[in-house]
């Protein structure tokens, strides 16, 4: 079953310009992962976020986190052409033999113009 | 380089002909996991790997076997294809939970 659902499915900027990606999940997690994808190529992993975790950031990434709300958002600051992929979230459930067992979402293609 | 790497990157084979998908990691992780993606399915896990000889199914793991004999290796084995299962295949591994998970390049793999 899907776990994570992201929102929007596609977004397109200009060069410059931020971009926030939204996740929702349905129930209760160990962290919260978000990936990279370029076109058809192996994911990379970007930032983890922990469940007793609020907010945190990576160069040009910053991640929240609300387990109240079952939510997570990506922001990318100051974006750029390459920052054009798939971002995908993924949830890790932890407890007993789930534990590093990820359920992702279905991504959010990020399109930048130059 | 520290890296997950799958075997072949490219196949395409015939309905029912067994075929081996091999996974290898250089970097002593624990876990290991199998996963498939489709296009407006996003990434489903087929199996995954807490460490050696301890396996269990991930979410679609129909159509699949998995072993971890070694830390190293997660092949994926699909014993009678089909072609529901072209797919694009990637394996991952990471050090354990709270940490992120390397993947390899994939594998697309076209049942006919």
């Known amino acids: 079953s899907q776990q994570g659902e992201e929102d929007p499915q596609a977004l397109s900027i200009q060069e410059g310009e931020n971009a926030t990606m939204n996740c929702s999940y349905k129930?209760?997690?160990?962290?919260l992962q978000w990936y990279r994808q370029n076109s058809g190529r192996g994911l990379v992993h970007l930032i983890l976020?922990?469940?007793?975790?609020r907010e945190k950031h990576s160069g040009r990434l910053r991640v929240t986190l609300d387990t109240s709300k079952k939510s997570s958002s990506l922001l990318i600051t100051a974006s750029r052409a390459a920052d054009t992929a798939s971002y995908f979230c993924a949830t890790d459930a932890g407890g007993g033999t789930s534990y590093g067992k990820l359920t992702f979402g279905q991504g959010t293609i990020l399109t930048v113009h130059p | 380089e520290a890296q997950v790497t799958q075997n072949p990157r490219y196949l395409i084979t015939v309905t029912g002909k067994k075929l081996t998908v091999t996974c290898s990691q250089n970097m002593n992780h624990e876990y290991m996991s199998w996963y498939r993606q489709d296009p407006g399915l996003g990434l489903r896990q087929i199996y995954y790997s807490m460490n050696v000889e301890v396996t269990d199914k991930g979410d679609v793991p129909e159509g699949y076997k998995v072993s971890r004999k070694e830390k190293r290796n997660f092949p994926l084995i699909l014993e009678s294809p089909s072609p529901n299962q072209t797919s694009l295949y990637f394996c991952?591994?990471?050090?354990?939970?709270?940490?992120?998970?390397?993947f390899g390049s994939g594998t697309r793999l076209t049942v006919v």
């Open positions: 991952a591994s990471s050090l354990g939970t709270g940490v992120g998970y390397t």
């Open positions: 976020i922990r469940s007793n975790e």
């Open positions: 129930t209760s997690i160990n962290n």
